[in-house]
């Protein structure tokens, strides 16, 4: 029942969200239209629309909101561990991303049905990369937005993901291949969420490994699955920790 | 009966008993008071600013202990910036002590388990995006852990109770200030807590909204809850409450001297003739503020003085059209302590 309720209150707590899925679907929409007559892949398009933008798009503010009010201070008197208003809103979060995911794929299909347009190859791993890379940066988004306590974590989030390729890019371009660079570049490819992770994942770059299907390696695969929830649980846990010993007061006594 | 050492001076304030809590309770020697819902020994807060000095920190409460039992209404009452808020906070588990501790019901504010036995109404309530008040309040209920039918029953009891028929089915962030508070109020009398934590709760209520609220926090304080109002509507107060905490700069200030002094008053009284006369022969001079053939003003000390000096002044032969106690009341004395401390 709360889990339940903490999970529907992430859809309906601003009124402009299932906007954005609307929005989001046209987008599609008009993206296979004017831009898939010979077929390049639309997976990329999902990946970034579905798995980047949309999670910046519906987690915003999703605490920062209630601290900036003051509802905090009604939710956090409720009989409960504060980690679960967490984890049920980001559930919440990423059960908005599978429905949006599985419409987004039924568009594409039901599209190609109609007009023969564009290529469906690999679309069903783009939609899992791109639900996997939309957990991570909502999970980053969601522990950002308890840390500052305001509505811009997400555009946080944006010009922190492209200020770290505007460093990487110019560490690489000015020091070259050296311990430092080396270092940042770790930090990128273990800590940042996993784009490059799960392109290459999707796209079926990594090549035989183990245990083989057709172009995939199972076992590469299955590490980028659990490299990215991995990653988005350790965000969640950062942002469980804030919420847990953060004081919530709005003192004007 | 009074295990947990509440010290106060009984008087009475128009016509009504009162009891001033006095702030440093004595509980040494005790673990824990029987009976206290809410509980604090040496409740301190310091401010303090990220990367800023010692000299930026804020001390908003200092040194604090007190004690609330079941079934006690406790009024908050001081300036601006004395500490209610942070103290009714501190009670809720938002912010932690810097020093000090604070249980509800036995356990450390803050814990699940001190969150079972309390509600909390903030100043102002805000409610998620397009919610009817019934949807917040099942909400909240789902929030307790209630089940699904004792939610429903509550909710119907709830609507009763506040009057809030009329806009249950409305959505919440669309309602007025008043409406506001009778949801807020509902959402924290949601699963009949112990203690009830209330920051100004009669904003923006109309007269009978007010009426409603006192009653229904009296029947409320009837059935066993404690109850906590920091609030700056002193005369609502006065008829909710009979026990005080006066803060100012982070401490309870002791006021039961002031308010024993306050009950000293001028007697006015209204005479068909010969005022002068009477009070020459009937009355010491020292207590004579005024007289003239019409109209008396006597000092009194004490309001039990009342009684015999009407009587006195009769059998002398006075004919009495009215008598008036004017007295200063808790707004009265409130504003005298202010001005005295600033």
Known sequence: ?253 | MSEYGLMGSELILRGRKTVLVQAEVEIAGRETAQGAVVESQGLTKVFRRLLAGRDKAVCALQDVSLSVRAGQIVGLIGPNGAGKSTLLNLIAGLIVPTEGHVTVCGYRARSVAARRHLGFMPEHPVFPGVYTARAVLRYHGALLGLPAPAIATQIDRAVQQLQMQEFIDRTASDFSQGMKQRLALAIAMMGEPQLLLLDEPSNGLDPVGIVQLRDLLKRLRDAGAAVVISSHRLGELEKLTSDYLFMHRGRIVSIAEQVAASQAGQLRIELVADGVALAERLLPASKVLSATDKELMIAVADPEEVPDLVRDLAQGGARIMSVLLQRENIEDLFLRLCNERT
């Not at chain 1, 109609?114 to 939609?127: E, H, P």
């Not at chain 1, 299907?213 to 490299?227: L, P, R, Y």
Request: proline share 3%; net charge positive; charged share 15%.
């Open chain 1, 1 to 253: 029942m709360r889990a339940y309720e903490l999970m529907k209150e992430t859809f309906y707590r601003r009124s402009y969200i299932w906007i954005v899925h609307v929005s989001w679907f046209a987008l599609y929409g008009l993206y296979w239209w004017l831009f898939l007559p010979e077929g390049p892949d639309f997976g990329k398009f999902v990946f970034v629309w579905g798995g980047f933008l949309l999670p910046l798009a519906l987690s915003a503010g999703i605490f920062g909101d209630d601290i900036g009010s003051g509802r905090i201070c009604v939710l956090v008197t409720k009989p409960f561990w504060s980690g679960e208003l967490y984890l049920f809103r980001l559930l919440g979060l990423s059960f908005q991303a599978v429905v949006h995911l599985l419409l987004a794929g039924a568009l594409v299909l039901g599209l190609h049905a109609v007009m023969d347009k564009g290529n469906t190859t690999d679309l069903g791993l783009w939609l899992l990369a791109s639900w996997l890379l939309f957990n991570t940066c909502a999970a980053l988004s969601t522990t950002l937005s308890v840390f500052v306590g305001r509505a811009f974590n997400s555009l946080l989030l944006l010009v922190l993901v492209a200020a770290g390729y505007f460093v990487m890019g110019m560490l690489m371009r000015m020091l070259g291949d050296n311990a430092m660079t080396g270092a940042f570049m770790s930090f990128v490819r273990y800590g940042w969420p996993p784009f490059t992770l799960l392109h290459k994942f999707a796209a079926g770059e990594y090549g035989p490994f183990a245990l083989t299907v057709g172009k995939f390696s199972i076992a590469k695969d299955i590490a980028c699955v659990v490299h990215s929830l991995m990653l988005a649980a350790a965000y969640s846990v950062l942002g469980i920790v804030i919420l847990s010993r953060r004081e919530f007061s709005r003192v004007r006594d």
